[in-house]
């Protein structure tokens, strides 16, 4: 979100084209596209939802390309929550209690879906899965965390960033979940000049920096 309000600007400045920008989970937004939404370019939280716009033939041939990588991490709301090391052996259902865990949908949602495969690959998810207060999208899962309504969060290590009333106590092993990648693609038939530049500037330096300000890890693909 943040990253994409400084984009737009530039974006807008360097090529005098007027963008758009429509943020959502990415499932909300794979299938507003399948619905027919007039999207030029798909930034996916996950290659999932890429790769089913990429079945139904809606993305353009040759633009899709991994653009960033993230990680997940296990927020507190206490400042002076002590860190954990994220484990088989850490007991995350002892720390929550009577709480509640925030995530993103477990099903549907990207941060949601890392966050229960991990949880899962870890041998803790049949202990929390019970405690998961799921939110429509992985901002709102920090949001709860934030307010102090639930103890704890699993976001991505970039919403963790755009937070100062979060604490980070622990990052998810890298192999504990898939590997968190957002392709970018245009999309079938609204291929044009617009399209071209706005994925020519999303490869390019500028929009690089202001993703890596923000925390993500800016893919070499």
Do not use: C
């Not at 720390?95 to 477990?106: E, T, W």
């Amino acid at each position: 979100t943040n990253a994409m309000a400084e984009i737009e600007t530039g974006f807008e400045a360097a090529t005098g084209h007027d963008l758009a920008v429509s943020l959502a989970g990415s499932s909300a937004l794979a299938r507003q596209i399948q619905q027919g939404a007039p999207a030029d370019v798909f930034l996916s939280a996950n290659p999932g939802w890429m790769d089913a716009l990429e079945a139904d033939g809606l993305i353009a041939q040759g633009t899709r390309r991994d653009l960033l990588r993230n990680s997940l991490v296990l927020i507190a709301h206490d400042a002076a929550a002590i860190p954990v090391e994220i484990g088989p052996d850490m007991d995350l259902a002892a720390m929550l209690g009577d709480d509640r865990l925030a995530m993103a949908l477990v099903e549907a949602v990207p941060a949601g879906i890392y966050g229960k495969a991990a949880l899962e690959s870890l041998g803790q998810w049949k202990a929390v899965g019970p405690r998961v207060a799921q939110a429509d999208n992985v901002r709102a899962a920090l949001a709860l965390v934030a307010v102090g309504e639930a103890p704890y969060g699993i976001v991505y290590a970039t919403d963790a960033v755009a937070e100062d009333r979060v604490t980070v106590i622990g990052t998810f092993p890298a192999d504990s979940h898939p590997p968190i990648l957002y392709p970018v693609a245009g999309i079938a038939g609204r291929e044009g000049a617009g399209q071209s530049a706005l994925l020519d500037y999303l490869h390019g330096a500028k929009a690089r920096a202001a993703f890596a300000r923000q925390g993500f890890a800016v893919s070499a693909n």
